[in-house]
């Protein structure tokens, strides 16, 4: 079993070694052919907003805006 291990855990070195040295878009490409959600650009998020942490019009749940921040 600690044969095998070790046979994974150097192919694992070899291949993150090989990817070192690719360039940046190179290496993209390669690890867009794994996953291939990592080409698609993020959504913006809007980070200035409303920065408050208390909400005192909205009284069921004063604390939405921390429970939502947190929930991420």
Do not use: M
Not at 4 to 32: G, N, P
């Amino acid at each position: 079993l600690w044969r095998l291990v070790l046979c994974f855990s150097v192919l694992y070195e070899i291949i993150l070694i090989y990817i070192l040295f690719q360039t940046v878009d190179d290496a993209r490409q390669l690890l867009q052919n794994i996953d291939p959600t990592l080409g698609v650009p993020l959504p913006d998020k809007d980070y200035d907003g409303s920065c408050r942490i208390y909400d005192w019009e909205h009284s069921e749940d004063p604390f939405h805006y921390f429970k939502v921040k947190i929930k991420r």
